[in-house]
């Protein structure tokens, strides 16, 4: 097992320096001018201007500011935000804890229902109960994310008022104990919803065709024969050993809802890393997008080997492939 993590790593580190050069590269090569942000709309003096170039190192040809970017990244400095003023580091810390809470969270529920509802569907195949599944899971991979979430701000928030629309918290401040917990969820179920429908309806098609596949082998029929209860044959015989694609589903997709939420964290005014990103491409904010598109690279990278380790686990052969 560990020599099989450490070839994974291996073929990680010159995916992870392509994924680094070629975001600078395209950042660098988008229409705009950093400087613009740096020196504010009023007019300035052109000596000022190249004062602020050299000080930031913007008045170097690409290539230079690329291995300047590669040294910094190696020793963890990820730079220092034109648009806020501050670290890129400190900045990106800041908003980590609730991308986290929202992705985590809606990877979950994604997982929990999207196993359930392809479970129920394998179960009964051909009854109202599949149909109404593969029906969901149908739209919900259809409907953009950005558009549900405002569907679902009308008519939670508006129409009914029964939920926020915006924020994290109260601007008066969250409650202290339980009543703040309880608080704080009625924020983060609209967007934690629409953020985990795509990726519920993905998992819950998936676990159904790896279901009917596994249902229909021998050994189902002879644990059936043997008097197990059907709570057992789907669950400790069926799904176990469906996991595999299910697994992979999950797996792969972490740093896509990573990614994702940019848009579900700007519809709600989730004060996250997505958001984060949002306002820094409005603001030509190059070390900001670079961070994020970083640290989103290596997330689909570990995703993937924790992906793989689990695979490995299930099945030793996967190593050997």
Same mark, same amino acid.
């Given at each position: 097992?560990?020599? !099989?993590v450490a070839r994974r790593l291996l073929h990680a580190v010159p995916l992870l !320096?392509? /994924?680094v050069v070629l975001n600078f590269v395209l950042i660098a090569a988008t229409p705009g001018d950093p400087v613009t942000i740096l020196v504010g709309d009023f007019p300035a003096p052109p000596g000022y201007v190249e004062q602020v170039k050299r000080e930031f190192g913007l008045d170097q040809p690409i290539y230079v500011q690329l291995m300047r970017y590669l040294g910094h990244v190696l020793t963890g400095d990820l730079g220092y935000s034109f648009a806020n003023r501050q670290p /890129? $580091?400190? #900045?990106?810390? %800041? @908003? +980590? &804890?609730a991308t986290l809470e929202l992705t985590l969270t809606a990877l979950l529920l994604a997982? #929990? #229902?999207g196993i359930a509802l392809g479970m129920l569907a394998a179960r009964w195949r051909g009854s109202w109960l599949d149909s109404g599944v593969q029906g969901i899971a149908s739209t919900g991979y259809s409907i953009p994310d950005f558009w549900l979430g405002q569907l679902l701000i009308l008519v939670f928030s508006i129409w009914l008022g029964w939920l926020p629309s915006q924020g994290n918290m109260s601007v008066r401040g969250a409650p202290e104990g339980f009543a703040g917990f309880l608080d704080h969820l009625r924020y983060l #179920? +609209?967007? &934690?919803? &629409?953020l985990s429908f795509r990726y519920l309806a993905l998992i819950a098609r998936i676990t159904r065709a790896a279901m009917l596949e596994v249902l229909s082998a021998d050994f189902i029929l002879a644990a @059936? $024969? @043997? %008097? &197990?209860?059907e709570t057992s044959v789907m669950i400790t015989h069926a799904l176990r050993n469906a996991a595999a694609p299910v697994i992979t589903v999950i797996g792969y997709n +972490? %740093? !896509?809802i990573l990614a994702g939420s940019a848009l579900i964290e700007t519809v709600f005014g989730w004060p996250g890393i997505g958001r984060l990103l949002f306002d820094s491409i409005s603001r030509r904010d190059y070390p900001v997008m670079m961070a994020?598109?970083?640290m989103v690279s290596v997330t689909v990278v570990l995703a993937n080997l924790a992906t793989d380790i689990l695979h490995r686990a299930i099945d030793p052969r996967v190593g050997d492939r």
């Open positions: 097992m560990m020599w !099989f !320096f392509c /994924v /890129v $580091s400190t #900045l990106i810390l %800041g @908003r +980590l &804890a997982s #929990l #229902l #179920l +609209l967007p &934690a919803l &629409a @059936r $024969s @043997r %008097g &197990a209860s +972490l %740093g !896509f994020i598109l970083l």
